[in-house]
């Protein structure tokens, strides 16, 4: 069956859901399953080297409402000719609102049926605000099926009244080829100025529900044990400022090191630097709600790296609590300083942990086998059709 995907999440850009899609379509046929995505700078040359076959459209890029609304207004013209001319027969939307209604109108329009790809946190961040919620509700009932990234994703729209037999869970998986424990960093502590340190790491976009404040103030109260320990936070995001703050504020900015941005290529050599990946995450209000999953979890896993998450969303299947690593309240610092403590004092367990991980990941979580299920799973939709 011809399947398109719409997405606006997709690499050059960078995220988890970007990852996923990338991923997933290198195992897929690109003549079968063609994606279109954004055109942004850098994506002529990432297109080069992809498997797959990428159809790239100008679009606002801003998230503002006259972007949506010009996004919308785009795609509508856009895909009922790309349709026609790629001879799709089903319709994927990576984003529930925009592509979904896209999804509505091509389903009306032209009789294809479409599948939407959901986060998790869309419910929390819709639910107030009513038109939205509505358009939320109105893709769910006309889609053929839905794509979650995890069963906590899964009894969430369950909830919402979607049927169990129309939900694929595909959780983020690892390429374990490249994120893998072993590889030579000793430039990367020589550029970070960590060398005889200890490391706790995150990595993850600088936004209030990955937990980056709860980790600097157990940093704070480890520093008498710990004084050789620094805390590295890898990612960009809105957060960073207040993060800084609250280092000065404590006395530990001389131990927190921002690296910013940092590509793909080179993720699998800074897990490899740490000794503990730590991402307390928690529920917020606003735009940015919950961790759906926690695809860093599982990459600092495969790298055979003890992990520690917060007790909310989806990370309680990406960290097997007390087997891979650790799952914390993601409010109580006390907590997460006496769980970072623990391993730091205890290197036998965090080793076991983090092999224990790495196993988890190599049984579990291949991209291949995502590719696989979501075939199988189009395909068999398609014969109810």
């Not at 590295?232 to 703050?245: S, Y």
């Not at 921002?258 to 800074?270: H, N, Q, S, T």
């Not at 080793?351 to 291949?366: E, I, N, T, W, Y």
Request: proline share 5%.
């Amino acid at each position: 069956m011809k399947t398109l995907l719409i997405t606006f999440d997709f690499p050059p850009i960078v995220g988890g859901i970007s990852t996923v899609f990338a991923n997933v379509w290198k195992f897929l046929s690109p003549e079968r399953f063609p994606v279109m995505a954004p055109a942004v700078r850098g994506s002529i040359d990432w297109d080069r080297g992809f498997p797959g076959r990428v159809i790239r459209r100008r679009l606002p890029v801003k998230d503002t409402l006259f972007s949506k609304i010009a996004k919308l207004i785009l795609l509508f013209v856009y895909c009922p000719v790309l349709l026609a001319r790629e001879k799709t027969q089903y319709l994927l939307c990576g984003q529930p609102i925009i592509p979904g209604l896209i999804g509505i109108a091509m389903k009306r329009l032209l009789r294809i049926p479409f599948q939407v790809w959901v986060y998790g946190g869309e419910v929390v961040k819709f639910r107030h605000e009513k038109p939205v919620f509505r358009i939320l509700l109105s893709v769910l009932k006309e889609a053929d099926s839905v794509v979650v990234n995890s069963e906590f994703t899964r009894s969430v729209y369950v909830k919402l009244g979607v049927p169990s037999e129309k939900i694929l869970t595909i959780t983020p998986a690892v390429d374990t080829g490249c994120f893998t424990p072993g590889i030579d960093i000793s430039d990367l502590r020589a550029r970070w100025d960590i060398c005889g340190k200890r490391v706790i790491m995150t990595v993850a976009r600088l936004s209030e529900r990955k937990g980056h404040d709860t980790v600097i103030r157990a940093l704070a109260r480890l520093g008498l044990e710990f004084p050789d320990l620094a805390y590295l936070i890898v990612g960009t995001g809105p957060d960073e400022k207040r993060l800084r703050i609250l280092a000065q504020e404590l006395g530990v900015a001389d131990r927190v090191v921002f690296c910013g941005a940092v590509a793909d290529a080179e993720l699998a050599r800074y897990y490899n630097l740490c000794d503990i990946h730590v991402m307390p995450n928690r529920q917020v209000k606003g735009a940015d709600t919950l961790e759906g999953f926690g695809l860093s979890f599982i990459e600092a896993s495969a790298c055979a790296k003890p992990v520690i998450g917060g007790r909310s969303g989806g990370s309680r299947e990406a960290v097997e609590d007390r087997v891979t690593g650790f799952l914390v309240d993601p409010l109580d610092v006390e907590e997460l300083a006496e769980k970072i403590a623990f391993l730091l004092r205890d290197p036998s367990t965090a080793r076991r942990m983090g092999q224990a991980g790495r196993q988890r990941v190599l049984s579990s979580f291949q991209w291949k086998d995502r590719a696989l299920s979501l075939d199988e799973f189009i395909n068999s939709r398609a014969q109810r059709l």
